[in-house]
């Protein structure tokens, strides 16, 4: 069983993914296979965050501006440093 928070992160992919995507609800609802109320939810969160934004037409759409967090990969610290020699 999924959660909405893994149904928003499924969702911000696509949409990460594909930056052109405009799709309604029920076209998101088939592409990611999750019921509708999930769905419901997690545009409206992902709007909420303006993330999202919904066109006149009820095409779902990318913003280009506002905050959305995503994860990151961690980053390593490859530098070295000098050992001392023994004498």
């Known amino acids: 069983m999924r959660t909405i928070h893994d149904v928003i ?3 911000r992919a ?8 405009r799709l309604k609800a ?3 609802q088939r592409l990611c296979g999750i019921e509708r109320t999930m ?3 997690a545009l409206a969160e992902l709007v909420s965050a303006k993330f999202l934004c919904v066109k006149p037409d009820g095409h779902y759409a990318r913003l280009t501006e506002g ?3 995503h994860p ?3 980053k390593a610290d490859l530098k070295t440093t000098k050992r ?3 004498s």
């Not at 696509?14 to 995507?21: D, H, Q, R, V």
């Open 9 to 11: 992160q499924r969702v």
């Open 14 to 21: 696509e949409y990460l993914e594909m930056p052109g995507l």
């Open 84 to 86: 001392s020699e023994a």
């Open 72 to 74: 990151h990969a961690a």
């Open 26 to 28: 029920e076209q998101l």
């Open 67 to 69: 905050h959305f967090p």
């Open 39 to 41: 769905c419901e939810e």
